[in-house]
């Protein structure tokens, strides 16, 4: 059985509260009950975080490495600013799939940088709460047998 590290970053806490019209009404709780569902369909393990502490985030992600088959990561924020968990992503050596709820693409032009899509495998944005979904199942595929890639 595969494990997978679904981490948020800063302010998602707030989501259903915050910016309804951006991000939805569903909070995150609603959010891990979604991944909870979406794994055990694929029998795979979730640990889900969240924390508005930078460096919280970076010890969740050292303690990733040799331990789990993968990172769903929404860092929030820290997507256009931070090197340190760009950096952090890097030693971790796990397969990162980056989510962001909404479409940073049609928003502000800081929102168009990232630091982590520079060392993920792959990124989902506007897709709303259903990226973390696809980005578990993405995981859960990679990890099924198949006769041909
Ligand atoms: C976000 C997009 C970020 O730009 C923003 O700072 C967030 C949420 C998203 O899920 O759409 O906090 O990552």
Known sequence: MSTLLVLNGPNLNMLGKRQPEVYGHESLA????????????????????????????????HQARGRVNGIVINPGAWTHTSVAIHDALIA????????????????????????????????????????????????????TPRTSQ
């Not at 055990?40 to 970076?58: C, K, L, P």
């Open 92 to 143: 971790a050596e796990v397969p990162v799939i980056e989510v962001h709820i909404s479409n940073v693409h049609r928003r502000e032009t800081f929102r168009h940088q990232s630091y982590v899509s520079l060392v993920a495998k792959a990124v989902l944005a506007g897709f709303g709460t259903h990226g973390y979904q696809l980005a578990i199942q993405h995981f859960a595929f990679l990890d």
């Open 30 to 61: 609603d959010v891990e009950a979604l991944c909870r569902q979406t794994a055990n369909q694929f029998d795979v393990e979730i640990e889900f975080q969240q924390t508005n502490h930078e460096g919280q985030m970076i010890d969740w992600i």
